[in-house]
């Protein structure tokens, strides 16, 4: 097996361990479904959720997203609408959150368990 480069397997979702087996059942693009995950890893049997509620902990990566998200799309819409209607800060604000809110659950998930899973990358 290859070694694969860890920004590419943050990326793809890949497991912390193998960064072979993917995390999730369905592509990113599959809004409805892209927050299922796999219980274990397919290729090396890691067990994703560490401990029960381990996720929950992913709720602050998701909160960093969303205010960046915010800040950005709000300084976008002052700047391109030169300082517009309160309703418009809002359009354009919760529009993007509302589109990437499952990219955000997904990458979330991922930063909290290579970060915190305490799992080490072992391509055996």
Request: charged share 10%; net charge neutral.
């Amino acid at each position: 097996m290859a070694h694969v480069p860890l920004a590419t397997a943050l990326a793809e979702c890949r497991c912390p361990q193998c960064r072979t087996g993917h995390m999730f059942k369905y592509p990113a693009l599959n809004l409805l479904k892209a927050t299922a995950m796999h219980e274990t890893c397919s290729h090396c049997g890691l067990k994703f959720e560490i401990e029960p509620g381990f996720f929950w902990g992913a709720m602050y990566f998701s909160y960093a997203f969303s205010v960046m998200l915010s800040v950005a799309f709000g300084m976008l819409a002052f700047y391109v609408f030169n300082d517009p209607e309160i309703w418009v800060y809002m359009v354009v604000i919760f529009t993007p959150l509302l589109l990437f809110s499952p990219l955000s659950m997904r990458y979330s998930r991922v930063l909290m368990l290579y970060l915190f899973g305490e799992v080490s990358y072992n391509p055996e």
